[in-house]
């Protein structure tokens, strides 16, 4: 009877652990597996104080050509599915303003424009959001893209000073991606 | 994509070590000799003993805290997609641990001194590797999320904790019984280290927010370092001509890195049946020193994006502000890399036990019909039934942890002995383990494991661990 016992338990044992089993595992499922983050960061802020405008003579008080290479970075370029660029220009000033926003290609090829027209304060916020990939502008844009130019042009005069506190005109921008991870 | 899915895997495959390193069928197993490597100060009542190489003790453990692999990869037909956000990045805490380890023994003897028969010496040599993951929960989200529509929160780099070793350890130990009632024993332990990793005391946050000026501001508050030794070679071997096997036996026999350590064990007596025994294991250090490779990332940036601000930028109009902005950040959070050597300090790991033998043995039942007769049991042995409690800790990078096992064992004759537990840690309440050891003449098998209940489905498990050995012992001096 005692060895009946043991012999139970030592089955128990063997049989236990060599022949546990295991319900059917598909390991092939790592490949279906996404991982695409969103990810946000600023892009580019500009800020011009009135006086600036005052002082240039002309109506283009400012152009200047970032190199931005952001986005052609080959880990970008490669993986990046489709993402929003939020624009927001504030008018403090007195003048009515035209303020463009251009990408670039590496050969200075204008890739995208996006042009706001704001008038003199005081005035809203204006606020934009611009869709890339399959629900907005191609992404070959973002993605081909090595400069962003920035234009102002003053629809205004030169002489006149706003009542607000420090007079500026501020262009502030974001980008959000979906990175393809996996 | 290949690193991809053996990181996945790295943090899937494993167990919590704490399960994993904890031998606890095995710890004061005396019928055997591998229980020796587990307390240095426990009874010994052979002459002498051989392991069989590389099969006197083989031992693999797995589990995990919280998610199994049966949970992401069982064929149920849902999505693994929603099985990960469910089950491993909505359930895990960065308390959980996903980990794994090995132990082979390749060389395992002893033997009683001949001057001083109360000495017993025992020496060997044994592979060992681990993989210890904390689960990186924050970083996780970030990977999975990202950190759009976030802020506010801020992602915690110290959620990074990982380490792994693998090593070969040569050992020599001297076990001695003082008197009746108190045995001690200590072993030296020389490491020859072949592949190491850390990554494990690290500080800092990433963290997006409104800007100042601009719309968004990020914010990378980093004092992270990671420190490896061995790995620059084995990714290149291709490049080499050199085989794994090559570079394994040459790190492994001392043309590594080398370490020292010892292990302490104590085994008192009470009283003829009570007894209290205990040991202190892997108390040491090794010194890396071959194929280090080190990065550390340490600093603190926010940024708006490219900032233009006049009158300032008029200064220096064709200033390339998108450069100035990496220079800038690279400079205020230096991402380095080095060869310096460093230390590692070995997991120390404590064993402790409360033992109650009773019912003992008739003589004709503590011999037998074998060839080689067994002359001297021990004092334990001499009792059927054992019954008590064993705690384990180990040291761990976010401190100690600990298990607590009850256990029985009973003996039939000198032949045969059982012992099964039951053990209690943070990650399970329901780990019964069972082992066995048969004494076939000279000739002693054993086999043991852990969490049986998990076996039904072993995919489902969250600690499963298996060792087997065979050994010849002698308890005759002729």
Redesign the interface.
């Given at each position: 009877m005692k060895r009946t016992g043991i012999f139970i338990l030592l089955q128990i044992l063997i049989i236990g652990i060599i022949f546990s089993c295991a319900d059917r595992q598909d390991f092939d499922q790592f490949d279906d597996l996404t991982i695409v983050p969103d990810v946000e960061a600023s892009l580019l802020y500009v800020e011009t104080p009135e006086r600036i405008i005052n002082q240039v003579s002309g109506i283009n008080f400012y152009t200047q050509t970032f190199n931005f290479d952001a986005f052609n970075e080959p880990f970008v370029e490669e993986n990046i599915l489709e993402g929003v660029i939020t624009y927001e220009v504030e008018n403090t000033t007195s003048k009515p303003l035209d303020i463009t926003f251009e990408f670039l290609d590496e050969f200075g090829n204008s890739l995208d424009i996006e042009f706001f027209s704001i008038e003199a304060a005081p005035t809203a916020i204006l606020t934009r959001e611009i869709a890339y990939g399959p629900n907005g502008r191609s992404m070959d844009i973002i993605r081909n893209t090595s400069a962003i130019r920035v234009s102002a042009v003053n629809r205004g005069d030169n002489t006149s000073v706003s009542p607000l506190p420090e007079p500026t005109i501020y262009l502030r921008s974001s980008a959000q991606f979906s990175i393809n991870l996996k | 994509?290949k690193r991809?899915?053996y990181l996945?895997w790295v943090f899937l495959i494993g167990s919590n070590l704490i399960s994993a390193q904890n031998k606890e069928v095995l710890y004061d197993f005396l019928e055997i000799p591998e229980s020796l490597l587990l307390n240095p100060g426990r009874e010994v009542s052979y002459e002498w003993y051989a392991g069989v190489p590389f099969i006197s003790g083989v031992y693999a453990a797995g589990a995990t805290s919280g998610v199994t692999?049966?949970d992401?990869?069982?064929?149920d037909g849902v999505?693994?997609?929603q099985k990960?956000r469910e089950r491993a990045l909505n359930s895990l805490t960065k308390k959980d641990e996903v980990n794994g380890i090995f132990q082979i023994d390749i060389l395992n003897g002893g033997f009683r001194g001949r001057n001083n028969p109360k000495n017993f010496y025992s020496f060997g040599l044994y592979t060992e590797g681990y993989v210890v993951n904390y689960w990186p929960q924050d970083l996780a989200f970030?990977?999975?999320?990202?950190?759009?529509?976030q802020l506010g929160r801020r992602f915690d780099l110290s959620d990074l904790n990982s380490s792994g070793q693998m090593l070969n350890v040569f050992h020599f130990g001297i076990n001695r019984e003082i008197n009746n009632k108190l045995t001690l024993g200590g072993r030296l332990k020389l490491y020859s280290a072949i592949v190491d990793y850390k990554s494990t005391s690290n500080k800092g946050y990433f963290l997006?927010d409104v800007?100042r000026?601009?719309?968004?501001?990020?914010t990378l508050s980093a004092d992270v370092k990671v420190r490896s030794s061995g790995f620059n070679e084995l990714f290149n071997l291709d490049d080499s001509g050199r085989s794994v096997t090559s570079l394994f036996t040459q790190r492994g026999f001392f043309g590594g890195d080398i370490g020292l350590g010892i292990d302490v064990g104590v085994t008192y007596y009470l009283n003829k049946q009570m007894l209290l025994t205990g040991s202190l294991l892997d108390l040491g250090m090794i010194y890396h020193t071959t194929d280090i490779v080190n990065y550390s990332l340490k600093g603190n940036a926010s940024?708006?994006?490219?900032?233009?601000?006049?009158?300032d930028?008029?200064a220096d109009?064709g200033a390339?502000?998108?450069?100035d902005l990496v220079d800038e950040i690279e400079e205020l959070l230096p991402f380095e890399e080095n060869n310096d050597n460093y230390v590692t300090i070995r997991p120390v790991k404590l064993y402790s036990s409360f033992r109650y033998n009773f019912g003992k043995q008739a003589e004709s039942q503590r011999s037998c019909d074998c060839d080689t007769q067994i002359d001297a049991p021990a004092r334990n042995t001499a009792y059927l039934n054992s019954v008590g409690l064993q705690l384990f800790a180990i040291n761990r990078p976010r401190g100690p942890q600990a298990a607590l096992s009850g256990f029985y064992q009973r003996r039939?004759g000198n032949i045969?002995a059982?012992k099964t537990t039951y053990t209690v840690d943070k990650f399970s309440a329901t780990n019964i383990g069972?082992?066995?050891s048969v004494q076939a003449g000279p000739v002693n098998v054993y086999?043991?494991?852990s969490n049986?209940l998990s076996?039904?489905?072993?995919?489902?498990s969250n600690f499963?661990a298996?060792q087997l050995g065979l050994n010849i012992i002698s308890w005759n001096l002729n």
């Open positions: - | 994509m991809l899915r996945f692999v049966n992401l990869f069982a064929a999505d693994i997609n990960v970030l990977a999975f999320d990202g950190n759009a529509d997006t800007g000026d601009n719309l968004l501001v990020n940024v708006e994006g490219v900032e233009v601000i006049l009158p930028a008029l109009p390339d502000l998108w450069q039939f045969l059982l069972l082992g066995f086999l043991m494991g049986l076996y039904g489905n072993i995919a489902d499963a298996f």
